[in-house]
């Protein structure tokens, strides 16, 4: 039987059942834990080794959410301050942001830096879910957090793609053809959106303004799910502290000299870009559009939303136990109200029932996660978990046996998590020691451990967890409140302090639990502080964390890209022409009226359709492409809008374009004809109107 899972019992007969005690941990019960666990270790490991080098308020990962957001700042202000020198329109936004470059330490200092600050924000947002997620952070109470961190996400890299595309370089280019296979499959614009990116001039200056306005609204759409990610914590840390930001800054600062923000050359919609560097971060997308089909990707986004927004509920088994108040004893002294670190209890008017007190504790368990620090605060035990009775626990401690003499409270998510424990409280891993497993060591009251003391503890050990800690202030709360702090604190008078100890490790680190536990229990001192960190240490690990950073962002931001593999040129005919209109009966019934007068004849249903256009391509009188486009419309009366593409080998051929509109299948109404030379990864493109006028471009040149 592991930590999580104990039984507390009385004598021989247990108080609380496994089934009961499991429902009492600080954390969901969750599918995969085992997996979850391993990734877990992956971010306990590295915030470990950099709080080893310097204090956790300059280590970026025990507060990966704080330095997103201040990341996001840094990207927010420096993006309004590129607006000096940004022009939004498709004619001037790359001579604009070319020019940049005549500025090194003003615009383009702030153009990098709006640039990397933008990827080390989406990069540690990223982080951070992952961390959350091996964490099991996301059940229970926490999945407001959990889905409006994927919305956060969505937003930012929508932000960050629309940003690309402001540039109007290759890879903007690359982008505006990736949306519009995107965005086509919906029927929101009247032509496809492909059709304004065929060509160098299809795109206006008043859709290219609509990118733009929506890149600087979305921050502000951001500013209100942030609020709402972290509206049910207490006191959260929304930014870094300010020598942390600083540093980040100076970090980004130094990026951005040594390595300014890339510019490729200006988007050709002719010519499809060898070679292009991409940023991974937000243009990763890239590969799935070129690949896929606008049904396929819509498809891909529906199960991706669907398989991480439902992360709470695909993964979690059972929540918590939560807290619950006993109003008739509550004395309304507010101190759980103030150590809640979740928001999930109010101070609400008492009623005829309790008359002694103006205002009582109510637990929202819709927000309570179970974590029993509330517990910890009330002197007059009047809050509880159904699972892990107060007072059942003060007299199962109070019962020791003769050769178990120490107690130590364990929390389920410390180095002893994974200690066998029996009926009676004993593991094999801490003899001599009646354990008590909590789900957070906030959850222990300091007039529980005066209880174990006057009872004949000889010794008792608070085990919490490390770094960051599953229930946020738990395990600080007690570590002030044992040192008088903090209310309730220990009463020294009362017991002697010297017979309490209280250490922390993560579960990483079992065998310095166990040492910690053999050491206090033979008399000996245990060493709770961390060792004294040099400055060349830290130092090093500085430099370390801060070039890892330096790297990842300028590699993700400008990393190689492989695109689908072309050696040949690209025919394309885009086609905007309205078909001829017939006439034809609604019904195919035969009615023979022939012996009715003629005025009382029954009048045939007649509508007026118009026949599909159709396209054939030849090339050196081999037809490479024939297709029909249907009309558009409600009612099948409209246009016939429609795009097609063929490859072309290189050199020298004679094209011909034929473009029927009638109702005759061999009547070809628009002839084109042409002798044109295509060079490997060229486009030609061909626009055929609705008045029936054709319009090469190649080159950049409109003929």
């Not at 990223?126 to 919305?151: C, P, S, Y």
């Not at 929390?411 to 593991?427: L, M, T």
């Not at 024939?626 to 246009?639: H, M, R, V």
Request: glycine letters at 8%; a neutral charge; one cysteine or more.
């Amino acid at each position: 039987m592991s930590l999580k899972d104990p039984i507390i019992t009385s004598g021989r007969k247990p108080v609380l059942t496994v089934s009961k005690v499991a429902d009492a941990r600080s954390l969901p019960a969750v599918r995969g834990e085992a997996v979850l666990r391993q990734l877990e270790t992956v971010w306990i490991r590295m915030a470990g080794i950099v709080s080893r080098s310097f204090p956790s308020e300059f280590n970026p990962f025990a507060q990966l959410g704080a330095v997103a957001n201040s990341m996001f700042a840094i990207a927010l202000a420096s993006g309004i301050l590129l607006l000096f020198w940004y022009s939004p329109s498709v004619t001037g936004a790359y001579d604009s942001v070319a020019a940049m470059k005549s500025s090194p330490y003003l615009a383009e200092l702030l153009r990098s830096l709006h640039r990397y600050s933008s990827d080390v924000c989406i990069l540690f947002i990223i982080l951070h879910a992952f961390q959350m997620l091996g964490a099991r952070k996301f059940g229970g109470a926490r999945w407001v957090a959990w889905l409006t961190g994927m919305l956060l996400l969505g937003l930012i890299w929508v932000d960050g793609w629309t940003g690309y595309w402001l540039v109007w370089d290759d890879r903007a280019g690359q982008i505006a053809l990736g949306t519009a296979n995107f965005l086509d499959v919906l029927p929101i614009f009247p032509d496809p959106l492909l059709r304004s990116f065929l060509t160098n001039d299809g795109l206006n200056s008043l859709f290219f303004f609509i990118i733009f306005f929506i890149h600087m609204l979305i921050p502000i759409g951001m500013a209100v799910f942030m609020w709402i990610h972290i509206m049910r914590i207490n006191s959260a840390k929304f930014f870094t502290s300010v020598k942390m930001t600083s540093a980040l800054f100076a970090v980004l600062v130094f990026t951005s000299l040594l390595f300014p923000a890339t510019l490729a050359g200006k988007a050709d919609m002719m010519s499809v870009p060898v070679g292009m560097n991409v940023d991974w971060l937000y243009m990763m997308p890239l590969w799935f559009t070129e690949r896929l089909s606008g049904g396929l990707l819509w498809l891909v986004l529906f199960f991706a939303t669907v398989g991480l927004w439902g992360i709470p509920w695909w993964l979690t088994k059972k929540r918590p136990d939560p807290a619950l108040v006993n109003p008739a004893s509550c004395n309304g002294c507010t101190q759980c109200f103030q150590d809640c670190p979740f928001n999930a209890i109010d101070m609400v008017a008492s009623d005829e029932n309790t008359p002694g007190t103006a205002e009582v504790a109510l637990v929202n368990v819709d927000k309570c996660v179970g974590c029993g620090i509330c517990v910890g605060s009330c002197d007059s035990s009047s809050i509880s978990q159904a699972s892990m009775p107060v007072l059942d626990v003060r007299k199962f401690i109070s019962e020791l046996e003769e050769d178990v003499r120490h107690v130590a409270f364990v929390c389920a998510e410390s180095a002893g998590a994974q200690f066998s424990i029996d009926e009676n409280g004993s593991c094999p891993t801490l003899p001599g020691y009646r354990i008590v497993p909590v789900p957070c060591v906030g959850w222990v009251h300091m007039l529980t451990i005066e209880r174990a003391l006057r009872r004949g503890a000889q010794g008792v050990l608070v085990a919490g967890c490390g770094v960051d800690p599953g229930c946020r202030t738990g395990a600080d709360y007690t570590e002030s409140r044992l040192k008088g702090d903090r209310e309730p604190w220990l009463r020294t008078d009362h017991v002697d302090p010297e017979k309490v100890v209280y250490v922390r490790y993560d579960r990483t680190n079992p065998k310095a639990l166990v040492a910690a536990a053999a050491a206090f229990k033979a008399g000996q001192s245990v060493v709770r502080a961390k060792k004294a960190r040099s400055k060349w240490n830290s130092a090093v690990v500085a430099v370390i964390v801060g070039c890892s950073i330096i790297v990842s962002t300028v590699f993700l931001s400008d990393g190689p890209y492989w695109a689908v593999k072309r050696e040949h040129a690209e025919f394309i005919v885009s086609l905007k022409h309205a078909g001829m209109v017939v006439t034809s009966s609604t019904t195919d019934a035969q009615v023979d009226d022939s012996n009715v007068l003629p005025h009382m004849r029954r009048a045939r249903p007649i509508e007026r359709i118009r026949v599909p256009v159709q396209l054939r391509v030849s090339i050196d009188d081999s037809v490479h492409l024939s297709q029909a486009f249907t009309p558009g419309g409600l009612f099948d009366d409209g246009l016939s809008i429609g795009i097609a593409a063929t490859t072309v080998s290189e050199g020298s051929h004679v094209v011909q374009v034929d473009i029927n509109n009638s109702a005759d299948p061999e009547t070809w109404s628009h002839v084109w004809t042409e002798r044109l030379t295509f060079k490997p990864l060229q486009r030609k493109v061909l626009l055929f109107d609705e008045d029936g006028r054709f319009m090469l471009y190649q080159q950049n040149e409109g003929l």
